[in-house]
């Protein structure tokens, strides 16, 4: 059983930043592919970006909206995957959901990810 907690998001102007974070309970977090998802108001969840399992950094993978503008990472030390969020838009505003799934592969489907977290809203003014 694996327990995920977001914390970091917030209200940001566009053109900002911010950095998400997902907390992991349990021993074998390493041995787990990470992914952040999100959820906008009238909308269905969509894929952000995910993490290969590692032992140390693990291959990333990321939506085409948001390539080039989101980072994701993974301190396997501390159980904690992150989501680094730059040049932010009034379009990237939704709940984003951190998801854990015991996958060898990077996958961009939530059916492939078995644990979920709460959630966190971002909110991108203009």
């Known amino acids: 059983q694996v327990q995920l907690v977001e914390s970091g998001g917030g209200l940001v102007q566009a053109g900002g930043s911010l950095r998400l974070s997902c907390a992991a309970s349990?021993?074998?977090?390493?041995?787990?592919?990470m992914g952040w998802f999100r959820q906008a108001p009238g909308k269905e969840r969509e894929f952000v970006a995910t993490?290969?399992?590692?032992?140390?950094?693990?291959?990333?993978y990321y939506a085409d909206s948001v390539k080039g503008r989101f980072t994701i990472s993974r301190d396997n030390a501390k159980n904690t995957v992150y989501l680094q969020m730059s040049s932010l838009k009034p379009e990237d505003t939704a709940v984003y959901y951190c998801?854990?799934?015991?996958?060898?592969?990077?996958?961009?489907?939530?059916?492939?990810?078995?644990?979920w977290g709460q959630g966190t809203q971002v909110t991108v003014s203009s």
């Open positions: 998801s854990a799934g015991r996958i060898s592969f990077y996958s961009p489907h939530s059916n492939d990810y078995e644990y």
């Open positions: 349990g021993r074998t977090f390493s041995t787990y592919t």
């Open positions: 993490i290969t399992w590692s032992w140390s950094v693990g291959n990333t």
